[in-house]
C-alpha cells in the first residue's frame, strides 16, 4: 500500500500523458476517433507511410545519425573519462568546461556547428586564409549533406560530456583497487582495462547511451537546423506531415510517431543485448 | 601512484587540450556573430562591429527578456513538479523490492526510450479538446514526460544507498514524521535532489519541438524565439539570443556543480536501467 | 530577481488560465455592419493575437512598436505579436481547433497570409468572412484590381484584406558578377556557363515555389495559356518541359544539384558568402533593409527580368473562431490606413509596396509617399511593375510544388 501511494503520482503522470498520448497518437493513426466522427478503423496511413520511398530513405539516414553518433560519442566519452580521472595540468578546466557544455542546449550547438563546418563557415575560412581552397565550393560538405556529418558532428560534441560524467562518477564510486590487484597480477595497461574496468562502468555507459540513441533518433531540432532538405530525418518528416495543411496528412504523421516509437524501442532491445553479449563474452 | 613518464604526460595534457578547444568551439562564432554586422567568407572576423543585436535583444519589440523569464518559470515549475512527484517513486523503487517492480521501470523508463516526438502527437489533440494547448500549465505538463525518468533515476540510485534505519531511530525518539523527514531524510538524499533537479531543468530548458507544438506559437519560451532567428538568417541576433539563452544553465551549473562530480553516487543512478 | 521570482509564480500559479482571456466578440456575424464606433467600443481593452512570420526584425519592430503603439493609444487594444517560423503553422493551429470543436475560443486573432494558405483557409470553412465592408478603411482598397480580388486566383469575397503587394526580383553582387542574366532564357544559359554558382530553395518553400513557377511560364512559351482554371492536359504538356528543363540543370547548380536549400533564408546566406552569386525575393524591398543591417553585401543590386516576374498581394486573415473579432478588425483597419501603409513604405522600415491607393489618402500622406526615395540598390517598384506577370490560381501552383518534389527533388 505504501509503495503504491509513492508511486502513485509519478504513474499517473507516466500513463495520463505519455501512454495516454501514444495510445489517443495510435488511435489517430488507424483513422479511428468517435470524438471527432471517424468510427472505422483502417491501415489508409499506415500503407501510405510504407509505400513512400522517402521513408525508407529517412529511415536509413535517420538509424545512421543515432547509431553513429551514439558509437562514436560513447567511445570518446570513456577516453575523456579516464583522462579526466587522473590529475595533470587544466583538468580543472576541462572538467568544468565538460559540465557546461552539459548546460547548453542542442539548439544552440547546432547553430554554432553551422557556423563552425559550413562551406562559408569558420574552418573554411580558415582554409581560405591558409591557401588550402580558393572558394567555398572547394570546401567539403559537412552541413546539409546526404551523410548528415554535421548533425552527427554536433551530437558528438553535446553528447561526450553528457555520457562521460556518468562513466566520471561511476569510476570514482567503484574506485581505483581492482585495477591495481590487476596490475599487480600481472595485467597489462590494455588488459586491466578491457577485463577489469570496461565491465564495471559497463552499465553506466549502456544505460546513457541507450538515452543518446533514443535522443538522436527522436529529435527534431537538430536536423531541422544541419539536414539535408531530402531525405529528412524522420522526426522532421513526421511534423511536417503533421502541419500539412492537408488534413489527410495527420494520420499519416501519427502512425509514423508510432513507427518511430517501436523501431525506437525495438533498436534499443537489440543494442542492449548485442552490446550486452560483446562486453561480457 | 607511481610517477608518469613525461611522453604519457604530454600525451594527456595534449588531449586535454584538444578537448577544451572542442567544446568551446561551437560557442566562439556564435558570440562573434552577436557583436558583428555584416560577416562574409572569406573575413575571419567581422569587418565592422556593432551593438546592434545586443539592442534589439534587449528591446521590448524582440521579447527576448519576457521570454527568458518565462523560460525560467517554466522550467522550474517543471523542476519543483518533478522533484515532488519523482522523490517518492525513487524512494519506492530503490529501497523496495516489490511484485511488477520491473514493469514500473520500464514504464517510468520509457519516455527516454521512446522520443517525445512519438508522444507529443497524440497529446496535442487531447490537450486541445481540454483547453490546455496554448497554455503555460499545458507546457509545464508535456515538459514533466522527459524530465520525470531522469529525476526518478537518480532518486532511485540515491535510496538505493540510503539506510532507513536512521529514521526509525528519529521517530522512536519521537520526531514527528514531517520533522524526521526535514531533519533526517532530506538532507541525506539532498545531493541526489540537486543532481535530479539539475537535469530536469536542464531538459525542460531546452524542449523546442514539445513547447513549439502545446505552446501553439503563444508561449514562447526562448528556443522558439532563438529558432525563428536561426532560421531566418539574422545570425547577429541569433548570436545575441543563443548567448543569453545560454546563460541561466551556467549560472545553475556553478551553483551546482560540486554534485556533479564528487561521490555522492547522484549521478551513477544512471547505470540502473 | 524579484521579477524573475514573480513570473516564475505567474508561470506556475496562473498557468491554468489560457493567456490572455478578454471581452469576447466570437461572433462575427453580430458584428458585420455594425457601426464603427460600437466595434471599437467592444474592442476596447481586449487583446488581439497576431501571428506573423517572425524572422525580421524590422518587421517585427514595425509590427510592434508603430502598429502595436497606435492601437495602444487611441483603441486600448494590445497586440500580442506571435512570431512564426512559417505561416502554416498558424493555419495548422486553426484547422486542429476546428477538428477539435473549438469554434468560439481560438488561440489565433488574426494571420498575415496568402496563396495555398488561404485557399486552406477559406476552402476548409475556417475563415471569417464578409466583414470587410464595416471597416471604414476598406474605402481605400481598389477592389476593382483582380489583383487584389484574387489571392492567387482564389477570389477573396470578403474573406481577408490586402495588407501589401509585392513582385518577385533577383539580387546579385556588382563586386562579384558582371551580366547578371536578365530573363530566364538567359539564367538557364548563364547557369550551364557557371557551375556551381546558382541555387533555389526547394519549394514547397514560397520563394523556391515562385522561382519554379517562372521556369514554368518559360517553358509554356508565356502565362496566357495557363490563366484560369486548372487544366491538367495543359499541365502534364508545360510540367514535363519544365521537369526536363530543371533536371537539365541540375548539375550545373549548387552542390550539383544533390541537395537544394530548404528556405529563402538559407540561400541568402549561401549568396551572402559567395557559395552562389545570385539571389532572388518575392519582396523585392528585402534588398536594402538586408544591406543595412549587414545580411548582404553592400554591393548587392536588385534587378528585375525583360520577360517579366511575378506579383501578388499579401492579406491579412480573421480565424473563424477568433475570440477577439472585433480587435482584429480594428487592427486590420489601422493597418490599412494611409498613416499605416506609408511608414511601412519608407525604405529604412520595410520598404514594401501599399496595398492601398495612395491617392486615396490624405494631401499629406500622399506628399510624403511621394517624397519616398527608394534606397539606390532596391529595384523601384514602378520599374518592376513594368513587366509584372500574374500569378497562377492555387490549383496549379499545388501541381507544381507535388511535381517538383516528385521529379526534379527527390
Redesign the interface.
Known amino acids: 500500500m505504501k ?1 503504491f ?3 502513485l ?3 499517473s ?3 495520463l ?10 488511435m ?1 493513426s488507424f483513422n479511428y ?1 468517435p ?2 466522427g471517424l468510427t472505422d478503423p483502417d491501415f489508409s496511413a499506415y500503407v501510405a507511410v510504407f509505400t513512400d ?2 521513408f525508407y530513405l529517412s529511415f536509413m539516414l535517420t538509424f545512421h545519425i543515432a547509431f553513429t553518433s551514439t558509437v562514436i560519442s560513447s567511445i570518446l566519452a570513456i ?2 573519462a579516464l ?1 579526466l580521472r ?1 590529475s ?4 580543472a ?17 547546432a ?3 553551422l ?2 563546418f ?5 574552418f ?3 582554409a ?2 591558409w591557401g588550402m581552397i580558393t ?3 572547394d570546401f567539403p ?1 559537412l552541413v ?3 551523410y548528415a556529418i554535421g548533425i552527427i558532428l ?1 551530437y558528438v ?1 553535446k553528447e561526450i ?1 553528457f555520457i562521460g ?2 562513466i ?3 569510476m ?2 567503484i574506485g581505483e583497487d581492482y585495477e591495481s590487484v590487476a596490475r599487480s597480477l600481472g595485467a597489462s595497461k590494455w588488459q586491466t582495462f578491457r577485463y577489469v574496468l570496461l565491465p564495471l562502468i559497463f ?2 555507459v ?3 547511451s ?2 543518446v540513441f ?2 538522436t ?5 537538430i536536423p ?2 544541419l539536414g ?3 531525405p529528412a530525418a524522420l ?1 522532421v518528416l ?2 511536417r506531415k ?4 492537408d ?1 489527410a496528412a495527420r494520420p499519416e ?2 502512425a509514423m ?2 513507427v ?2 517501436i523501431l ?2 525495438v533498436m ?1 532491445y537489440f543494442y542492449v543485448r548485442y552490446s550486452r553479449r560483446r562486453v561480457r563474452g | 601512484m607511481h610517477q608518469e613518464p613525461v611522453l604519457t604526460r604530454s600525451f594527456r595534457v595534449l588531449t586535454g587540450i584538444v578537448l577544451i578547444t572542442w567544446l568551446i568551439l561551437p560557442l566562439i562564432p556564435l558570440a562573434i556573430w552577436s557583436f558583428a554586422k555584416g560577416w562574409f567568407f572569406p573575413d575571419i572576423l567581422p569587418k565592422t562591429w556593432s551593438l546592434r543585436a545586443w539592442e534589439y535583444a534587449f528591446s521590448d519589440t524582440s521579447g527576448v527578456i519576457d521570454s527568458l523569464w518565462l523560460t525560467i518559470g517554466i522550467s522550474l515549475a517543471a523542476t519543483v513538479l518533478s522533484i515532488l512527484v519523482g522523490v517518492p517513486a525513487g524512494r519506492a523503487l530503490g529501497m523496495y523490492k516489490f511484485r511488477g517492480k520491473e514493469a514500473v521501470e520500464l514504464m517510468i523508463l520509457a519516455p527516454t526510450i521512446v522520443p517525445g516526438i512519438a508522444v507529443v502527437l497524440g497529446i496535442h489533440s487531447v490537450f486541445i479538446s481540454m483547453g490546455l494547448n496554448n497554455t503555460v500549465f499545458g507546457v509545464i505538463l508535456v515538459h514533466l514526460i522527459p524530465t520525470l525518468p531522469y529525476m526518478v533515476l537518480v532518486m532511485a540510485g540515491i535510496f538505493a544507498n540510503y539506510d532507513p534505519a536512521f529514521e526509525a531511530q528519529a521517530r522512536s525518539l519521537g520526531a514527528s514524521a514531517f520533522k524526521t523527514f526535514w531533519y533526517v531524510t532530506l538532507p541525506a538524499i539532498m545531493p541526489g535532489i540537486i543532481v535530479g533537479g539539475l537535469f530536469a531543468f536542464l531538459v525542460s530548458w531546452s524542449q523546442y519541438i514539445l513547447t513549439l507544438l502545446i505552446g501553439g506559437g503563444r508561449v514562447v519560451t526562448l528556443p522558439l524565439l532563438l529558432f525563428n532567428f536561426a532560421t531566418s538568417g539574422r545570425n547577429d541576433i541569433t548570436g545575441a539570443i543563443g548567448m543569453i539563452y545560454i546563460l541561466p544553465g551556467i549560472i545553475i551549473l556553478i551553483l551546482t556543480a560540486k554534485h556533479l562530480s564528487g561521490r555522492s553516487g547522484a549521478v551513477g543512478g544512471f547505470g540502473q536501467i | 530577481m524579484k521579477h524573475a521570482l514573480k513570473m516564475a509564480l505567474l508561470a506556475s500559479t496562473f498557468a491554468w488560465a489560457p493567456i490572455g482571456a478578454s471581452a469576447d466578440t466570437a461572433d462575427g456575424g453580430a458584428l458585420i455592419g455594425k457601426p464603427w464606433e460600437e466595434i471599437t467600443e467592444l474592442a476596447k481593452g481586449g487583446e488581439v493575437n497576431w501571428f506573423l512570420w517572425g524572422g525580421s526584425d524590422n518587421i517585427n519592430q514595425y509590427v510592434t512598436e508603430f502598429i502595436g503603439g497606435i492601437l495602444k493609444d487611441q483603441y486600448d487594444i494590445t497586440l500580442n505579436r506571435v512570431g512564426l517560423s512559417d505561416t502554416v503553422e498558424a493555419v495548422n493551429i486553426v484547422l486542429g481547433e476546428k477538428e477539435s470543436g473549438v469554434n468560439d475560443a481560438g488561440s489565433v486573432d488574426m494571420i498575415w497570409i496568402n496563396g495555398e494558405n488561404f485557399r486552406t483557409m477559406k476552402q476548409g470553412g475556417l475563415a471569417f468572412c464578409g466583414y470587410t465592408e464595416t471597416l471604414p478603411n476598406n474605402a481605400l482598397v481598389n477592389w476593382d484590381n483582380p489583383a487584389i480580388a484574387n489571392d492567387f486566383g482564389v477570389p477573396v469575397e470578403g474573406c481577408e484584406v490586402p495588407w501589401s503587394k509585392a513582385q518577385f526580383a533577383f539580387a546579385y553582387d556588382t563586386a562579384r558578377t558582371e551580366n547578371p542574366p536578365r530573363s530566364i532564357g538567359e539564367l538557364l544559359e548563364w547557369v550551364k556557363a557557371n557551375p556551381g554558382e546558382f541555387t533555389y530553395p526547394a519549394p514547397p518553400d514560397f520563394n523556391g515555389s515562385v522561382f519554379v513557377r517562372h521556369v514554368f511560364y518559360h517553358a509554356a512559351g508565356g502565362v496566357d495559356s495557363l490563366l484560369g482554371d486548372f487544366d491538367q492536359a495543359k499541365f502534364d504538356e508545360v510540367s514535363a518541359k519544365t521537369w526536363a528543363i530543371l533536371n537539365d540543370l541540375e548539375p550545373y547548380l549548387w552542390r550539383e544539384g544533390q541537395t537544394y536549400p530548404a528556405s529563402i533564408a538559407a540561400m541568402d546566406q549561401l549568396y551572402a558568402n559567395s557559395e552562389v552569386n545570385l539571389t532572388f525575393n518575392y519582396e523585392p524591398a528585402g534588398v536594402g533593409i538586408n544591406i543595412d543591417n549587414g545580411t548582404f553585401p553592400p554591393t548587392t543590386q536588385g534587378y528585375g527580368l525583360t520577360d517579366g516576374t511575378i506579383g501578388n498581394t499579401n492579406y491579412t486573415i480573421i480565424p473563424f473562431n477568433s475570440p477577439n473579432k472585433a480587435a482584429a478588425m480594428v487592427l486590420q483597419n489601422v493597418l490599412l490606413s494611409g498613416e499605416a501603409q506609408l511608414q511601412k513604405a519608407l525604405p529604412d522600415v520595410w520598404g514594401t509596396k501599399p496595398a492601398i491607393e495612395m491617392d486615396r489618402t490624405s494631401a499629406d500622406v500622399q506628399a510624403a509617399f511621394d517624397a519616398i526615395v527608394v534606397h539606390p540598390n532596391v529595384v523601384p517598384a514602378a520599374e518592376l511593375a513594368k513587366n509584372a506577370l500574374p500569378e497562377l490560381q492555387a490549383a496549379w501552383i499545388s501541381a507544381i510544388e507535388k511535381g517538383w518534389l516528385e521529379n526534379v527533388g527527390q
Not at chain 1, 88 to 91: E, L, M, V
Open positions: 509503495i501511494l509513492l508511486l503520482p509519478a504513474m503522470i507516466i500513463v500523458l505519455f501512454f495516454g498520448g501514444l495510445l489517443i497518437g495510435l489517430r476517433m470524438v471527432i520511398r522517402e577516453g575523456a583522462l587522473r595533470f595540468a587544466g583538468r578546466i576541462v572538467n568544468f568546461l565538460f559540465q557546461l557544455n552539459l548546460t547548453v542546449p542542442h539548439l544552440v550547438g547553430i554554432g556547428m557556423y563552425l559550413s562551406q562559408s563557415g569558420s573554411a575560412r580558415l581560405a586564409e572558394k567555398p565550393s560538405a546539409f549533406d546526404p554536433q560534441w560530456p560524467v556518468i566520471l562518477a561511476n570514482q564510486s552499465p553506466g549502456l544505460s546513457a541507450v538515452m533514443a535522443f533518433f527522436g529529435a527534431y531540432e531541422a537546423i539535408a532538405n531530402f522526426p513526421a511534423y503533421y502541419t500539412d495543411v488534413l504523421a501519427m510517431a508510432i518511430i516509437a525506437s524501442a534499443i
